[in-house]
């Protein structure tokens, strides 16, 4: 007789990611950062309430860098060794994601620090 299949409940698959700290800090970054741009990382009941900073590089890396990099992705003139493969074309969107958000990080935008002054503000 075949064994029943098991199917997990909803606080097994919403619970917060817990990332292994004996793993090297670049390959937990890339897994942080994985983990982010599939919208996983913040789930579930224990994760922490993100800082208004954090929200307003997420919301210029998605609303304003992102759409360039696919664009320029998708632009390319590339002859044919040097064109995109298949794969790179299926996961193009996630790395525009991930460099959209490094590039929102490390420019520092103005508009990102006035977006979260203005969270943090009453209304």
Do not use: C, Y
């Not at 917060?16 to 913040?42: H, K, M, Y």
């Not at 997420?58 to 759409?67: E, I, K, N, W, Y």
Request: hydrophobic letters at 45%; a neutral charge; aromatic letters at 6%.
């Amino acid at each position: 007789m075949a064994s029943p299949i098991t199917i997990p409940s909803a606080a097994d698959t919403l619970r917060p990611l817990s990332f292994d700290p004996a793993t090297p800090a670049p390959v937990r970054n890339g897994q942080r950062s994985f983990a982010e741009i599939l919208s996983i990382a913040d789930r579930g009941p224990l994760a922490s309430k993100p800082e208004p900073t954090e929200v307003a590089e997420t919301f210029v890396a998605v609303a304003l860098v992102q759409p360039l990099l696919a664009e320029a992705r998708k632009s390319s003139w590339a002859a044919e060794p040097f064109a995109p493969s298949d794969a790179e074309k299926q996961f193009g969107a996630l790395m525009d994601a991930h460099v959209a958000r490094e590039i929102t990080r490390a420019a520092r935008f103005p508009l990102v620090q006035r977006l979260a002054r203005d969270m943090l503000r009453d209304p």
